[in-house]
């Protein structure tokens, strides 16, 4: 870890918001931890944007990769689905975590209408790059 001092820092859930973010059909609530750690991280609450009539939109994420060095998400609400490279399908619930090893492939298929999780990562500003198709070896799966 670097010389600089973590800063203190504090996210009240009163009044909290919510912005688009990476994806248009999410919403994000940013906690606060990137000025406190001179962007070494970066904590979000991630759900899924309402529209005025309650309604959700499919989507999907597309197959991408994050160019980070740490990236974690624990689920906070409901579920969601992705497919990883390696690793094929996978479910996750309330009350599950993973650890999303650096660059790896992947693509969130599905979610509930409510699924909340916490994700963090590190850097607090990477890039996304969409993937063209699945690794061959994990395909193969």
């Not at 203190?8 to 009044?15: K, Y």
């Not at 990476?22 to 759900?47: C, N, P, Q, W």
């Not at 529209?51 to 409901?78: E, I, P, S, W």
């Not at 650096?102 to 850097?123: A, G, K, R, T």
Request: glycine share 8%; charged share 25%.
């Amino acid at each position: 870890m670097s010389d600089e001092k973590q800063r203190f820092s504090v996210s009240r859930a009163e009044g909290a918001v919510y912005k688009t973010g990476l994806r248009s059909f999410m919403e994000y609530r940013d906690l606060g931890i990137e000025h406190a750690t001179h962007g070494k991280f970066r904590a979000h609450v991630v759900r899924i944007k309402d529209h005025a009539d309650g309604a959700h939109d499919m989507h999907t994420t597309g197959l991408h990769q994050h160019q980070c060095d740490f990236q974690m998400f624990y689920v906070l609400k409901g579920w969601i689905r992705f497919v990883y490279e390696g690793q094929g399908e996978q479910i996750f619930r309330a009350g599950d975590c993973v650890l999303q090893p650096p660059n790896i492939v992947h693509n969130e298929l599905e979610c509930s209408d409510d699924v909340e999780v916490l994700e963090i990562y590190s850097p607090a500003v990477h890039e996304t790059l969409a993937v063209d198709k699945m690794p061959e070896a994990a395909a193969a799966r």
